[in-house]
């Protein structure tokens, strides 16, 4: 395995953990705040590689498999029902704040995450006067007109160019308006070269004539078909940051529950959409991608992946805090525990269900990966 492959496997397992670690810490704080006992906070899956030390009654351990964590709180496999602490005893609000606390700890961990890559800056799409003072400035493609010369000679959106020539002229600046107008020009229908970087990183250079009929309000003017921007990398001061950080959470946590809605949809109806769904190899190449593009980059993916973390876990499948939840909804409705032989049976289906989308979705990306 070459370094950079390895570098990418360290952070993508430091993501991993630092998420599930979040998740796990709201169920422990909210615990404890219940009146639970809680045994123990764990880094790591078992079998325990160190005891770090105990405080009060939890013990706190170092374990092998570093892909996560897990709290142990008494009695939450329906044992220690003669235990006041015990899990299955508190009050039944307590359970549900205790449940949903991880999802809230991922949720509220994101819109941490989404300001502070705001702080550390981002690229996006930049005025005049933010051009000036953001860092890594280039022209990029933002849009493609389809059955145009650009959409013929291959150019798609996300394309960086780097430099423009029709003849002796060139154009390599980052202005989408000085770009637009260098195109203009009367050159007598001359071929624009472009030297563009690709999405994928790859670098290559094509020809593109000029076609009139493009621009409907300008018919006349000549142009490739492009609709380009100027990005680059800007960071906001930490007081908007958190407003804003506020704003794209929140988006993004809608987005994604409406993204989450439509794919298990597609489940139940056999349509589901596997392309726009990433299994662990997926994300661990995506996490490898977001940190070789910047520190921004890193934290604004695990931002949405700690959202999804957060959604995917109230989905009421047993095995998750939201079939744990719903459990604990049906007992106060009827006001008799589920007896723990049903829970752990339906726990196991719920299980294998789950590690049978992974390795649905795995596969697929491995797959994608090959071709």
Do not use: C
Not at 171 to 176: E, K, L
Not at 200 to 227: F, N, Y
Not at 259 to 274: D, I, K, P, R, S
């Amino acid at each position: 395995m070459a370094y950079w492959e390895r570098m990418e496997l360290l952070v993508f397992i430091v993501v991993l953990v630092a998420l599930i670690l979040v998740h796990e810490f709201g169920h422990f704080v909210a615990a404890k705040l219940s009146g639970m006992r809680v045994d123990e906070f764990g880094i790591g899956f078992p079998p325990r590689a160190l005891r770090l030390g105990k405080r009060g009654e939890t013990e706190y351990t170092l374990n092998w498999l570093p892909l996560g964590g897990f709290v142990k709180i008494y009695g939450e496999d329906g044992a220690g029902s003669a235990d006041p602490r015990s899990f299955v005893m508190r009050p039944r609000i307590l359970q549900a704040f205790t449940l949903v606390a991880g999802v809230a700890m991922n949720l509220f961990f994101a819109y941490v995450l989404i300001t502070a890559a705001l702080v550390a800056g981002t690229p996006r799409a930049l005025s005049a006067d933010e051009a000036a003072r953001a860092t890594h400035v280039q022209l990029a493609v933002a849009d493609v007109l389809p059955g145009s010369p650009a959409a013929s000679a291959g150019i798609q959106p996300g394309d960086i160019i780097a430099r423009a020539m029709v003849g002796d002229a060139s154009f390599d600046g980052t202005s989408s308006a000085d770009f637009s107008a260098f195109v203009a020009k009367d050159v007598a229908g001359a071929p624009v070269t472009l030297s563009v970087e690709h999405a994928d990183g790859s670098m290559g250079s094509v020809t593109v004539i000029p076609a009139t009929g493009l621009i409907p309000s300008d018919p006349s003017r000549k142009a490739l078909g492009v609709e380009v921007s100027t990005i680059g990398v800007i960071s906001e001061a930490l007081g908007p940051a958190l407003i804003d950080g506020a704003v794209l959470a929140w988006g993004a946590t809608k987005l994604t529950a409406i993204g989450l809605a439509q794919f298990f949809a597609g489940v139940f109806t056999l349509h589901a959409n596997l392309s726009q769904v990433a299994g662990p190899i997926g994300i661990a190449g995506a996490v490898g991608a977001a940190s070789s593009a910047g520190f921004g980059n890193l934290l604004s993916l695990m931002a949405v992946i700690s959202i999804n973390l957060a959604l995917i876990n109230l989905i009421p499948i047993p095995a998750l805090d939201g079939g744990r939840l719903l459990f604990v909804l049906i007992e106060a409705v009827t006001r008799r525990p589920i007896k723990p032989v049903v829970a752990q049976a339906f726990n196991m289906v719920g299980f294998a269900l789950i590690l049978l989308l992974m390795a649905v979705v795995s596969v697929h990306d491995i797959f994608r990966i090959v071709s």
